[in-house]
T-cell receptor, first 112, second 115 residues
């Protein structure tokens, strides 16, 4: 079936450095890619999303890039801060199945 | 607007029992999706309900079922519980869901422990 691969599963970066999380998807017709952040003990919350008609979207320190040809998209967090520590999930809307499939998550640790 | 709410927040059951979880979406939202979250497996899609009809379902056994009421509140039922059903069950609501590709708003989840 359709799936979304997310890497790495764990990422540690020094405070102030950048973090990059990458995802690949299988359904070439996918056209909507949200990213969710889940802090410890809390619910996932949307932080940014991108649609297939654009290649990049930025919101302050967060950016997402999309390469439709290669079927991969990435989350970039610059100038990381302690509050960025969380699990991040990428997701892709699968047109064929009419549902959103999530990656398995990346646990991001911001080191002091 | 009040956010998505789920009850109960915590539940302990034994193998073979059945359980019913409840989800109240944001007012005006008509789509409710359910997910199972376990360590290492991320968020796995169970099913989506819209206007009291199951619109889509994931790859879970028939022991997992759900329904939606006319006020968009949804319930999820798991029968004949197994140890592997221990997980955080999240529901998410959106205005119309499905092919409209809207933002999903998650509830706090129900943590189920099966002993």
């Amino acid at each position: 079936g359709e799936n979304v691969e997310q890497h790495p599963s764990t990422l540690s970066v020094q405070e102030g450095d950048s973090a990059v999380i990458k995802c690949t998807y299988s359904d070439s017709a996918s056209n909507y890619f949200p990213w969710y952040k889940q802090e410890l003990g809390k619910r996932p919350q949307l932080i940014i999303d991108i649609r297939s008609n654009v290649g990049e979207k930025k919101d302050q320190r967060i950016a997402v890039t999309l390469n439709k040809t290669a079927k991969h998209f990435s989350l970039h967090i610059t100038e990381t801060q302690p509050e960025d520590s969380a699990v991040y999930f990428c997701a892709a809307y699968m047109n064929r199945d009419d549902k959103i499939i999530f990656g398995k998550g990346t646990r991001l640790h911001i080191l002091p | 607007k009040a956010g998505v709410t789920q009850t109960p927040r915590y539940l302990i059951k034994t193998r073979g029992q059945q359980v019913t979880l409840s989800c109240s979406p944001i007012s005006g939202h008509r789509s409710v999706s359910w997910y199972q979250q376990t360590p290492g497996q991320g968020l796995q899609f169970l099913f989506e309900y819209f206007s009291e009809t199951q619109r889509n379902k994931g790859n879970f056994p028939g022991r997992f079922s759900g329904r939606q009421f006319s006020n968009s509140r949804s319930e999820m039922n798991v029968s004949t519980l197994e140890l592997g059903d221990s997980a955080l069950y999240l529901c998410a609501s959106s205005l119309n869901g499905g092919s409209v590709q809207e933002t999903q708003y998650f509830g706090p989840g129900t943590r189920l422990l099966v002993l």
